[in-house]
């Protein structure tokens, strides 16, 4: 069983950066991708980021691309979001995923979720 645990919500300035970690133990972290994804209250749960087993290639939702960065760190068995630009409409509950597969077919795991407010 793994359990990816979030860390990194708060607070945030519009306009600002911030970032959340997930660390997911429990499997070889290195073989299997990760993602992000977030709920806005009322809201369905909606992808936002994913990567690669190996880091080497990311995919975004348009709603975010250019401002978020995923990455991972395969020693510490950790995945990042790296968030800039940061908007109200960023406001929500932000989940880890782990994936039953390399490169992203389908979520098999879920983090309990960090909240992310943007203030205007």
């Known amino acids: 069983q793994v359990q990816p645990v979030e860390s990194g919500g708060g607070l945030v300035q519009a306009g600002g950066s911030h970032r959340l970690s997930c660390v997911a133990s429990?499997?070889?972290?290195?073989?299997?991708?990760m993602g992000w994804f977030r709920q806005a209250p009322g809201k369905e749960r909606v992808f936002v980021a994913r990567i690669t087993w190996n880091g080497r290639t990311t995919y975004y939702a348009d709603s975010v691309k250019g401002r978020f960065t995923i990455s991972r760190d395969n020693v510490k068995s950790t995945v990042y979001l790296q968030m800039n630009s940061l908007k109200s409409d960023d406001t929500a509950v932000y989940y880890c995923?782990?994936?039953?597969?390399?490169?992203?077919?389908?979520?098999?795991?879920w983090g309990q979720g960090t909240q992310v407010t943007v203030s205007s």
């Open positions: 429990g499997r070889i972290f290195s073989d299997y991708a």
């Open positions: 995923a782990a994936y039953a597969d390399a490169y992203g077919d389908q979520v098999r795991f």
